[in-house]
């Protein structure tokens, strides 16, 4: 009798807070999957700190992880070259949006992980590219047309491209 008080009461637990997870804490370290899953992995300040997009690109080119999570408490701008690199390649992503999942610079911003254990070592993206750590950032920043400029379409030079000179005429 008492094993049956057991189990009901359980089945009470279950309905009342759902079934028990394993591993919580990991799963929230790794938006939402298991450690042994996990091919790549970029933090919040990683992420501020360069374009890591062409590591997620080279994961998903390897074929051993397929699924891209993504913090979505973060900006979609700083999001927005990741969910481009994850479909070029075809692969999955997910926007984790749950509170539960934090936006300080230690928690983690991307994760490239599979369907079942892989056991990759080291997922950390400065561990497993460091290389092109070194390496300057790729983003090129060109220069800001001011509003009277694309309005008129016409470079800052413009004038001694038409012919128009500094120098003055006498009458």
């Given at each position: 009798?008492?094993?049956?008080?057991?189990?009901?009461?359980?089945?009470?637990?279950?309905?009342?807070?759902?079934?028990?997870?394993?591993?919580?804490?990991?799963?929230?370290?790794?938006?939402?999957?298991?450690?042994?899953?996990?091919?790549?992995?970029?933090?919040?300040?990683?992420?501020?700190?360069?374009?890591?997009?062409?590591?997620?690109?080279?994961?998903?080119?390897?074929?051993?992880?397929?699924?891209?999570?993504?913090?979505?408490?973060?900006p979609?701008?700083?999001?927005?070259?990741?969910?481009k690199?994850?479909?070029?390649?075809?692969?999955?992503?997910?926007?984790?949006?749950?509170?539960?999942?934090?936006?300080?610079?230690?928690?983690?911003?991307?994760?490239?992980?599979?369907?079942?254990?892989?056991?990759?070592?080291?997922?950390?993206?400065?561990?497993?590219?460091?290389?092109?750590?070194?390496?300057?950032?790729?983003?090129?920043?060109?220069?800001?047309?001011?509003?009277?400029?694309?309005?008129?379409?016409?470079?800052?030079?413009?004038?001694?491209?038409?012919?128009?000179?500094?120098?003055?005429?006498?009458?």
């Amino acid at each position: 009798m008492a094993e049956d008080k057991s189990a009901m009461e359980q089945r009470i637990d279950n309905a009342i807070y759902g079934p028990p997870k394993i591993k919580p804490d990991e799963q929230r370290k790794y938006l939402g999957t298991f450690r042994e899953r996990v091919c790549l992995t970029i933090s919040v300040a990683e992420l501020q700190e360069r374009n890591w997009s062409f590591a997620i690109s080279k994961e998903l080119q390897r074929g051993i992880g397929n699924q891209v999570f993504l913090n979505g408490n973060l900006p979609h701008a700083e999001l927005r070259d990741y969910i481009k690199s994850a479909t070029a390649a075809n692969a999955n992503f997910t926007l984790k949006t749950d509170p539960e999942f934090r936006t300080d610079p230690e928690s983690l911003a991307v994760v490239v992980a599979a369907k079942t254990a892989v056991y990759q070592s080291p997922v950390d993206v400065k561990k497993r590219y460091p290389s092109v750590e070194s390496q300057p950032s790729a983003k090129q920043e060109t220069p800001k047309k001011h509003f009277w400029q694309k309005l008129f379409k016409r470079e800052t030079n413009s004038l001694a491209t038409i012919g128009i000179s500094n120098a003055t005429t006498e009458p």
